[in-house]
């Protein structure tokens, strides 16, 4: 069973997460081609060596000033007989996982440097492990390399509006609206990026009370939930988000609402969501304990225009805190256009 990635989620890794040394997420960070346990200064994780966790390809370092320890090292393959080469992790049979790739070039082999990027998937360890291969394909000039390797569990109810039987998660975008700043661990324990999302056209709203988000579903970090767009006036709230162009299939989008008021107001924010013209969802009533409104099933294709829509009788803006949206990956899935990643369980 395969799941290849087509569609980096990153053009550039953003580590302005910061914890304690005791803190780490509940799994597995490693750093592909070293030799040694590292720490990463900027965020306080530890990543420790790939060696045991695959058995071919040769390591290499970068000779280059500032790079953060998990882009010094790689592993590449240069064996082109092989179609694929896999890591292997011990894996809880059920688990879902949360697997990021992350690839630097660095000209390791005398090329030109492309940028650096991830690649995000969500699934379920079908056997009692889980293998992350990096596959080769016709368009292939290098040798096929990988820098880091993060496997990170996650809790049962996450996402378990799809079928991850049948599909894989690859994570499209993931925003935090009205941000300044990369929300991750360890305000988020899975370890997830919330990106910053501004719209030049709308205004941003804080929130200084508390949330508690464990009872949500996908479990969003309460950091979400404290800025959000809005529009100065009761009018109809469009933006389009993810601002790149998407290919036409099928997508998981969970979208974040919460108030930003005094939880006593007498005023109702209620408004309709529909996104690309089609209702999404109908009058709905945004307080300050937050909502989460998902599909499971969504088609996009090209942009995504979302737009909220107040109800007539309300006297308040709409806003939107965060949003996250994945592309629905049939197990068994398809071809790389590209170098890609392969994720197996079995």
């Not at 820098?147 to 894989?168: F, P, Q, R, W």
Request: glycine share 6%; proline share 7%; aromatic share 12%.
């Amino acid at each position: 069973m395969y799941v290849s990635i087509f569609l980096p989620w990153l053009l550039t890794i953003p580590f302005l997460v910061h914890s304690s040394p005791d803190q780490q997420p509940k799994g597995l960070l490693i750093n592909c081609g070293s030799d040694v346990k590292q720490t990463v200064k900027e965020t306080g994780l530890t990543y420790i060596p790939d060696d045991g966790f695959t058995f071919s390809g040769n390591k290499t370092s970068l000779d280059a000033k500032n790079l953060l320890p998990i882009l010094s090292t790689l592993r590449y393959f240069p064996d082109k007989v092989a179609r694929k080469y896999c890591y292997t992790f011990q894996a809880i049979k059920g688990l879902k996982y949360l697997v990021r790739t992350i690839y630097y070039y660095g000209g390791f082999d005398g090329g030109k440097e492309p940028p650096v990027f991830d690649q995000i998937i969500i699934l379920v360890a079908h056997i009692k492990t889980l293998s992350v291969c990096i596959a080769r394909n016709n368009q292939t000039v290098s040798s096929p390399f990988i820098s880091a390797i993060e496997v990170i569990s996650l809790d049962d109810s996450m996402y378990n509006s799809t079928d991850l039987g049948a599909y894989a998660l690859v994570t499209v975008a993931r925003s935090s609206f009205g941000n300044e700043d990369t929300i991750s661990f360890p305000e988020d324990p899975y370890y997830r990026l919330w990106q910053p999302f501004k719209d030049d056209s709308t205004d941003v709203v804080s929130s200084q009370s508390s949330i508690t988000t464990s009872e949500f579903w996908n479990k969003p970090p309460a950091e979400a939930f404290v800025t959000a767009i809005t529009m100065s006036t009761t009018k109809k709230l469009d933006v389009q988000w993810p601002p790149g162009l998407l290919p036409s299939t099928r997508y998981h989008v969970s979208l974040y609402f919460r108030d930003d008021r005094n939880s006593k107001t007498n005023t109702w924010r209620v408004f309709s969501i529909l996104v690309n013209g089609k209702t999404f969802y109908s009058n709905l009533n945004v307080t300050t304990d937050g909502v989460t409104v998902y599909a499971p099933n969504w088609p996009l294709s090209g942009k995504t225009l979302i737009s909220l829509i107040p109800d007539t009788k309300s006297s308040i803006a709409p806003l939107i805190n965060a949003g996250e949206i994945y592309q629905l990956m049939p197990l068994g899935g398809r071809t790389l256009p590209q170098d890609g990643t392969v994720f197996s369980d079995h």
